[in-house]
């Protein structure tokens, strides 16, 4: 069966979650005999080597920034969500049109749902799967209840409306919808639409042992510093927690290791010495691998857990919040992972780490043994392929 996959931006290098994600599940696609056609956006360059190790098939434009916000006024106005006119093109449309007549694709997949206007607009609707990923206007809904006000905080006020009713049109129009987590497929169900919902949770690659040593003062976040998400967590720790720690560990070092950092997480460095911001790593694992603990204090929805899975299956424990614990159901605080919400819980957990040789190996032995047992990524996209299958 020849596959045809929609990508916003071009998923090479990996450096985010959810290019690993689309990725993955590619891969497994490809190891069950399906033939891969990828159409996707494109800034500067695009590693075209490395896609087609994985892609047979490649068709790329490169996305104009004036268009999309262009399309974006008009989107909002139109009363449709804002993201999906940022990431809307004539030319894109014009291309896919091509590639459908040229390639015959027999199943198409819409990565997250700004990729779907193209698929209505073209009529695969029933042969296609929207890899939705997260409930959206769940994370928009929980961004409207933090103190403050900007430009960036009213946009999200006005795109949660939209996206909310957008996705319960995607629900009753396309036969398959995936998501990551069991909570949001509940926050979207309300209603009759349930039957369209399929959970395939995210994996991960573990490293083949955990490492020897460790740094005791090193503490990490991982996780693709575009999303709203990821930065409140970050600036959460920084603001609330790690001056807790600082109190009693004045030499400990945290490392924020994620792509496409903006301004002002930028500047957390420039602040303190003792705050790193990595930026792009080519290696994940070498900037990882040697933390003593990593952390996850999300406070904004909790779909995707990469920053979770890929800290225990490198060996290192992780201090998270409730919150995204609940994306995890093999998760147990004090046996493989530690949960906490108040801040000073949180900050006590991370000094335990620290502290606590025999503790801290503990939990990353058996964070690391649920990671190897639950999370290949070969199990959790078992049957991808099936959706959609009548």
């Known amino acids: 069966m020849k596959y045809c996959i929609l990508t916003p931006r071009f998923p090479f290098p990996e450096n985010g979650g959810d290019v690993l994600r689309i990725n993955n599940i590619a891969k497994y696609l490809k190891s069950a005999g ?17 896609a087609k190790t994985l892609y047979d098939k490649i068709y ?42 040229k390639e015959k694709p027999d199943r198409f ?4 749902l700004r990729m779907v206007p193209y698929l209505t607009q073209h009529g695969v609707e029933s042969q ?10 769940k994370t928009y809904t929980l961004s409207s209840g933090f103190k403050g006000m900007s430009l960036k905080k009213v946009i999200y006020a006005i795109e949660r409306k939209l996206i909310r009713r957008y996705e319960h049109f995607v629900m009753k129009k396309f036969p ?54 990821n930065q409140d967590a970050v600036l959460h720790f920084v603001n609330d927690i790690f001056p807790l720690i600082l109190k009693k560990k004045p030499g400990a070092r945290f490392y924020i290791v ?47 857990q ?26 147990e605080s004090g046996t493989n992972c530690i949960i906490e919400d108040a801040d000073q819980a949180f900050a006590d957990a991370c000094l335990r780490m620290m502290d606590n040789e025999a503790d801290r190996n503990s939990i990353s032995r058996s964070g690391y043994d649920t990671v190897r047992k639950y ?16």
Not at 39 to 49: Q, Y
């Open 34 to 50: 399906h033939e891969l056609v990828l159409v996707s956006f494109c800034e500067g360059n695009p590693d075209m080597a490395a």
């Open 60 to 101: 790329v434009v490169k996305r104009k920034k004036t268009n999309s916000m262009l399309y974006s006024l008009e989107y909002m106005l139109s009363g449709r969500p804002i993201q999906c006119g940022y990431y809307y093109s004539r030319e894109y449309s014009k291309l896919l049109g091509m590639v459908i007549s």
């Open 375 to 390: 999370y290949s990524w070969q199990e959790k996209l078992s049957g991808y392929d099936h959706l959609n299958a009548d």
């Open 176 to 229: 398959k919808v995936v998501l990551v987590s069991q909570a949001d497929i509940d926050y979207l169900s309300a209603g009759d639409d349930k039957h369209s919902l399929a959970l395939y949770t995210n994996g991960v690659e573990c490293m083949d042992e955990i490492p020897d040593s460790y740094d005791h003062d090193k503490i990490c976040f991982v996780g693709n510093m575009r999303t709203l998400q």
């Open 306 to 331: 990469n920053k979770v899975l890929v800290a225990m299956g490198m060996g290192v424990p992780v201090v998270m919040s409730s919150l995204i614990s609940k994306a995890i159901p093999e998760l």
């Open 258 to 304: 994620g792509a496409e950092p903006p301004r002002n997480i930028m500047a957390l460095s420039e602040k303190s010495e003792n705050i790193v911001v990595t930026g792009f790593v080519d290696v994940l694992s070498d900037a990882v691998k040697d933390s003593c603990v990593a952390v996850a204090p999300v406070q904004i929805a909790a779909g995707i």
């Open 128 to 137: 296609s799967i929207v890899e939705m990923t997260d409930a959206l206007s």
């Open 109 to 112: 997949v819409s990565h997250l």
